[in-house]
């Protein structure tokens, strides 16, 4: 079997596992992007997440991380919800909504491996999502996933860019894809106007220690500073402000992914409720959910804090 061949394969299991894109890039160092991450942290814009500065030289380079790689397989899903929450209650990003999306991906990423193997035969890789040094949006525009918008987000012409991204890094060698080249975020500025704490700098850099997302999920058992009160926008956990304001994001279309159908509790749940919810609730509902990583304790925080 040719490399074409094998790149056909690798393009019809993902699509198969439901992935929604498939591209590939070459597995080399990622010499601007180092720079960037350089600076990133120098300015402490990793806030809190101390893990971010770990593993430096795995994280931009893939050949470190996985000896032997040749290439680097980006794979996007959708989480776009067909329901929301309504109105005027405490706001919960929708990333969140279903399962936790590391298990749902990594479920499929070893479905992904176990069938390379199977068809195409002694191939070692691993699949990652979110949590190991990988730079994963660098690669989805390496692959030709999309383009980096003003809001830091990954953005796709089709499908805006409420979906994930996982990475597998294989020994394989395979047919690589066109850069992501261009940029279609053009004069608008409607995601830098609209970030409720103006962590969203000039050259698509996010502050992330400015971020709702880092105070509301991230900080850990501390409070949130002072002088962000009044300034979440009702967001209890997580942020969606710079996607929703986004216009590509009007192209979004409902999840088809079982393991992301909305706990009902996120959806239904009134401020009363959010407030009267028990640790016993609490661990008994959102057991599998992306909320368990702030804990009861922190829900119960960050809820206070934008009610003071
Ligand atoms: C740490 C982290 C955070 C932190 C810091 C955010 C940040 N911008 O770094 C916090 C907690 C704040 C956060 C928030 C969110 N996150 Co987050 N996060 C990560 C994580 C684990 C690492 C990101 C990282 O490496 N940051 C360091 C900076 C320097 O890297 P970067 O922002 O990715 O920028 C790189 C490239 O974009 C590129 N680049 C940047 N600028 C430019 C400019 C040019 C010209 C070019 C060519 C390239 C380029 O170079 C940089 C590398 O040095 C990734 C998963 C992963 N392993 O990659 C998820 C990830 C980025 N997060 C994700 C999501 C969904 C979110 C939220 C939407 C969640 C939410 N709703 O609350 C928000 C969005 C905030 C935002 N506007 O970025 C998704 C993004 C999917 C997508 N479509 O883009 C990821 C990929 C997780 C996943 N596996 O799906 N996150
Ligand atoms: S997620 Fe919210 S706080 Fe973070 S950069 Fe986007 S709009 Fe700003
Ligand atoms: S809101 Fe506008 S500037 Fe921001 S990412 Fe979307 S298109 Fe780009």
């Known amino acids: 079997m040719n490399k074409s061949h094998h790149t056909f394969l690798v393009k019809q299991f993902a699509a198969g596992l439901g992935f ?4 590939i890039a070459k597995a080399e160092p990622l010499y601007d992007d180092a720079k960037r991450l350089e600076s990133w942290l120098n300015q402490g814009m990793h806030g809190s997440m101390s893990y971010m500065a770990n593993h430096f030289d795995m994280r931009v ?6 000896p032997g790689a040749k290439s680097v397989i980006t794979l996007s899903i959708n989480y776009f919800p067909e329901e929301q929450q309504k109105t005027g209650v405490p706001k919960v990003s929708k990333y969140a909504y279903g399962n936790d999306y590391h298990d749902v991906i990594r479920g ?6 176990s069938l390379i193997k199977a068809q195409i035969g002694n191939v070692e890789g691993r699949g990652f999502v979110d949590s190991a040094p990988v730079l994963e949006r660098s690669w989805a525009t390496r692959s030709g996933m999309g383009w980096i918008g003003k809001n830091g987000n990954l953005i796709n012409k ?9 990475t597998l890094i294989t020994d394989l060698d395979l047919e690589i894809d066109d850069p992501f080249a261009k940029d279609y975020c053009g004069s608008c500025t409607r995601c830098i ?9 000039p050259n698509k850099v996010i502050d992330g220690s400015k971020c709702i997302s880092h105070f509301t999920i991230e900080l850990k058992d501390t409070l949130i500073p002072d002088g962000m009160k009044g300034r979440f926008d009702n967001w209890m956990f997580g942020c969606d402000t710079c996607q929703d304001v986004c216009p590509w994001n009007r192209f979004s279309k409902p999840n088809n992914e079982p393991g992301f159908t909305p706990v009902a509790e996120i959806l239904n749940y009134s401020t009363a409720d959010w407030h009267d919810m ?3 609730k609490f661990k008994l509902v959102f057991g599998k959910s992306p909320l368990k990583r702030s804990k009861y304790a922190g829900i119960k925080r960050n809820l206070k804090f934008i009610e003071s």
């Open 20 to 23: 929604g894109y498939c591209g």
């Open 61 to 66: 380079d893939p050949t470190k991380l996985v």
């Open 108 to 113: 499929k990423l070893h479905q992904f491996l």
């Open 158 to 166: 089709q499908n805006g860019s409420f979906f994930f991204i996982a």
């Open 193 to 201: 106007d609209s970030c409720p704490t103006d962590a969203i700098l």
């Open 278 to 280: 028990t640790e016993e």
